[in-house]
C-alpha cells in the first residue's frame, strides 16, 4: 500500500482524533509492515511513552479495511480515562457498511455470542445461548438502520454497543447480508459492486465523554472511493 499523510480531525492535550485510510493496519505482527501506530510515533513521539509499543497511546482499533475513526491518547491518564469510557460502553461509535442483498428487517439489534472460528483462526463465528461449545465466548451486541436500498444492496448504519474483534462483519454474516467487497466474511459466488476492491466499512462518528467533563463528537464523511462505488448502484424507491 502507497503511504499516505494520515488525516487529523482532531487535537488537543489529552486527544488525537484522525482518520484512518483503509489497507493500513492499526497494529501488525508483522515487524516489517508498516502500520498506523507506527506513523503516529514518528510524527507525534510523545505517544511512545503512552501504553505499550506497538499500541501507544491507540485506544481501540479498526480492521485493516476498515477506514475511519481513530482515538488516541496522548498521555497516559488520558489513556485510562477513554479506556474507561469503552469498557462501561459509554463511547457511542457509527458505522457506514454497505451489505449484500435486502434486510429482513429495516431495523433491529444482532444480540449473540461471538468466538473463533474452530475451522478458520482468521475469523470469528457467532454462537447462540444453549448451543454446545459456547463456554468463553463473549457477548456481542450489533444495532442497524437501513438508510437506502440499491439493486442487490442496502445501504446500513451500524452501531455497535460492544466491540469485539470482526463483530460487525460477522454480525452481518450471521444475517444471511454480509459486507459488500469483505473476502473473508463472504458467501460462495458472492456478488461485489464495481469498483469496490475493499469492505465497504466505514467508522463515521464517536460520541465520548472528554477529561474536562463535555461530551464531544467527531465525524468522518465516506470516502471518496466509496461514494463513487454508491453512485454506480442502481436505487430502490422502497427500502
Same mark, same amino acid.
Given at each position: 500500500?502507497? +503511504?499516505? !499523510?494520515?488525516?487529523?480531525?482532531?487535537?488537543? !492535550?489529552?486527544? #488525537?482524533?484522525?482518520?484512518?485510510?483503509?489497507?493500513?493496519?492499526?497494529?501488525?505482527?508483522?515487524?516489517?509492515?508498516?502500520?498506523?501506530?507506527?506513523?503516529?510515533?514518528?510524527?507525534?513521539?510523545?505517544?511512545?511513552?503512552?501504553?505499550?509499543?506497538?499500541?501507544?497511546?491507540?485506544?481501540?482499533? =479498526?480492521?485493516?479495511?476498515?477506514?475511519?475513526?481513530?482515538?488516541?491518547?496522548?498521555?497516559?491518564?488520558?489513556?485510562?480515562?477513554?479506556?474507561?469510557? @469503552?469498557?462501561?460502553?459509554?463511547?457511542?461509535?457509527?458505522?457506514?457498511?454497505?451489505?449484500?442483498?435486502?434486510?429482513?428487517?429495516?431495523?433491529?439489534?444482532?444480540?449473540?455470542?461471538?468466538?473463533?472460528?474452530?475451522?478458520?483462526?482468521?475469523? $470469528?463465528?457467532?454462537?447462540?445461548?444453549? !448451543?454446545?461449545?459456547?463456554?468463553?465466548?463473549?457477548?456481542?451486541?450489533?444495532?442497524?438502520?437501513?438508510?437506502?436500498?440499491?439493486?442487490?444492496?442496502?445501504?446500513?448504519?451500524?452501531?455497535?454497543?460492544?466491540?469485539?474483534?470482526?463483530?460487525?462483519?460477522?454480525?452481518? #454474516?450471521?444475517?444471511?447480508?454480509?459486507?459488500?467487497?469483505?473476502?473473508?466474511?463472504? @458467501?460462495?459466488?458472492?456478488?461485489?459492486?464495481?469498483?469496490?476492491?475493499? $469492505?465497504?466499512?466505514?467508522?463515521?462518528?464517536?460520541?465520548?465523554?472528554?477529561?474536562?467533563?463535555?461530551?464531544? +463528537?467527531?465525524?468522518?464523511?465516506?470516502?471518496?472511493? =466509496?461514494?463513487?462505488?454508491?453512485?454506480?448502484?442502481?436505487?430502490?424507491?422502497?427500502?
Amino acid at each position: 500500500m502507497q +503511504e499516505k !499523510e494520515i488525516e487529523v480531525i482532531y487535537e488537543d !492535550e489529552n486527544l #488525537l482524533v484522525v482518520d484512518k485510510p483503509p489497507g493500513l493496519p492499526v497494529i501488525s505482527r508483522n515487524r516489517a509492515e508498516r502500520t498506523l501506530g507506527d506513523l503516529l510515533a514518528e510524527k507525534y513521539p510523545e505517544i511512545k511513552r503512552v501504553g505499550k509499543p506497538p499500541r501507544y497511546g491507540i485506544i481501540h482499533r =479498526l480492521d485493516r479495511d476498515t477506514s475511519g475513526i481513530i482515538l488516541v491518547a496522548k498521555n497516559k491518564e488520558a489513556l485510562i480515562f477513554f479506556q474507561k469510557q @469503552f469498557r462501561d460502553k459509554k463511547v457511542i461509535k457509527k458505522y457506514f457498511a454497505l451489505v449484500v442483498g435486502s434486510l429482513k428487517q429495516k431495523e433491529g439489534e444482532i444480540r449473540t455470542l461471538i468466538g473463533r472460528n474452530p475451522k478458520n483462526r482468521l475469523k $470469528q463465528k457467532v454462537y447462540l445461548p444453549g !448451543e454446545p461449545k459456547t463456554e468463553g465466548k463473549r457477548l456481542a451486541v450489533t444495532y442497524y438502520k437501513a438508510i437506502k436500498k440499491f439493486r442487490d444492496y442496502t445501504l446500513v448504519e451500524v452501531i455497535p454497543e460492544t466491540g469485539r474483534k470482526h463483530q460487525i462483519r460477522c454480525h452481518f #454474516l450471521y444475517l444471511g447480508n454480509p459486507i459488500a467487497g469483505d473476502k473473508l466474511y463472504r @458467501f460462495k459466488n458472492q456478488p461485489c459492486p464495481e469498483g469496490l476492491n475493499r $469492505q465497504f466499512l466505514h467508522a463515521y462518528y464517536v460520541k465520548l465523554q472528554m477529561p474536562n467533563g463535555k461530551e464531544k +463528537e467527531f465525524k468522518s464523511d465516506l470516502p471518496k472511493e =466509496l461514494k463513487v462505488v454508491l453512485s454506480k448502484l442502481i436505487p430502490q424507491k422502497e427500502l
